[in-house]
């Protein structure tokens, strides 16, 4: 008679394996798409000034970007006559509010400086303070020299890095210990590295007047101003455009009107308040359509899929709330008295 425990035992073995091949299986399966490399970005110069022009506004920004890729090129091409380079640094100051296009320049310029053989990868590693300041003695060095580690080849971002100059809880400066081992690194990395901070101009200029290092490696100083009302407008349309969504004459009307209310403060968002305005839009679209069209779901012409009108933008801008005073948190100490 067969030994009721082999049974088991067999059972157990039968298991065992079903659960070894579905664990390999998705073993096999989460590697392939850890495994798989992102593609290579391979826009060409040409391609990449194409961005850059298609940006509402911004001329000055424009202009100072196609200054440095010049006086990068020639330096380029000195180098390659045997003829010395300048000493400059090539790190750079973006001085803005929120949504000013900060981010969005940083990465184009970071594919820039791939394209003219500058940086040999061109990606854009963004951080703030918490991505830097370790929380215990020696750890911020560390989590600093990671971060860097990380950018080498391409462009470091420091979002609001004026808050590295400014004691943490508890009264100890780590924002201090993250700068100096920056620096140290900044050197060490000339050819490999370029970074960017940013951040609002009045807490910037503060910041790098904090540290003598600062000054003298970061001179170039892009300024990034607030958006008028008409660019606003022509950014929502935009960003309509890239969605196949078409902002409607009277619908532009509307968008000029919330825009040419909104309360401009430091901590007024910009590109990214024209963002979610069009993102509410598409909320109130939908139920528009909903709740109007007699057409079954699914029988809706093109034309009535894509129209954002008047309406849309009104909704969206009372969801809102139209006080739209500072959806992003702006400094404390900026906050005007009331
Ligand atoms: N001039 C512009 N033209 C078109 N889109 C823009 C422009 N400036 C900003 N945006 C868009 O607005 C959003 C916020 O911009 P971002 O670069 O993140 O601003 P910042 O880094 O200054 O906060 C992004 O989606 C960006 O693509
Ligand atoms: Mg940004």
């Known amino acids: 008679m067969a030994n009721p425990l082999d049974d088991l035992l067999r059972g157990v073995n039968v298991l065992r394996e079903q659960v070894r091949q579905s664990l390999d299986s998705e073993g096999n399966w989460l590697e392939r798409l850890a495994l798989r490399p992102p593609p290579p970005d ?24 196609r200054a440095l890729v010049a006086f990068l090129q020639v330096q380029g091409e000195r180098l390659e006559r045997g003829l010395p380079e300048v000493a400059t640094s090539q790190h750079l100051v973006f001085l803005g509010n929120p949504g000013t296009g900060k981010t969005t320049i940083a990465r184009l310029l970071a594919h820039m400086y ?68 920056l620096l140290k690194r900044m050197e060490d990395h000339r050819h490999r590295l370029v970074v960017i901070v940013a951040g609002y101009p009045r807490l910037m200029h503060e910041f ?4 003598p290092g600062l000054r003298s490696r970061f001179a170039r100083e892009l300024i990034f101003p607030d958006y008028s009302t008409d660019e606003l407008v022509a950014i929502t349309e935009l960003f309509a455009q890239q969605n196949a969504y078409r902002v409607t004459a009277a619908a532009a009307e509307e968008l000029r009107r919330i825009f040419g209310r909104v309360e401009r403060g430091e901590g007024f968002g910009n590109a990214r308040y024209s963002r979610t305005i069009f993102e509410q839009a598409l909320n109130a679209q939908a139920l528009r359509l909903a709740a109007t069209s007699e057409k079954a779901l699914g029988h809706r012409n093109a ?36």
Do not use: C
């Open 303 to 338: 034309d009535e899929l894509m129209s954002l009108t008047e309406a849309d933008f009104a909704v969206a801008a009372r969801t809102l709330g139209e006080r739209e005073p500072r959806p992003f948190p702006r400094p404390r100490r900026w906050r005007r008295a009331s």
């Open 114 to 181: 791939r394209s003219m053989g500058l940086l040999r990868k061109g990606h854009l590693v963004e951080v703030d303070r918490a991505g830097l300041v370790g929380e215990y003695v020696g750890m911020t060095a560390l989590k600093t020299e990671r971060v860097i580690r990380r950018a080498l080849d391409g462009v470091l971002f420091i979002d609001e890095a004026y808050a590295l100059a400014r004691p943490g809880q508890r009264g100890v400066d780590f924002g201090q210990e993250a700068v100096e081992t």
């Open 42 to 65: 391979s826009r060409s110069l040409e391609e990449l000034w194409g961005e850059l022009d298609a940006l509402v506004g911004l001329e000055s920004v424009k202009d100072q970007v």
């Open 208 to 211: 790098l007047d904090s540290n």
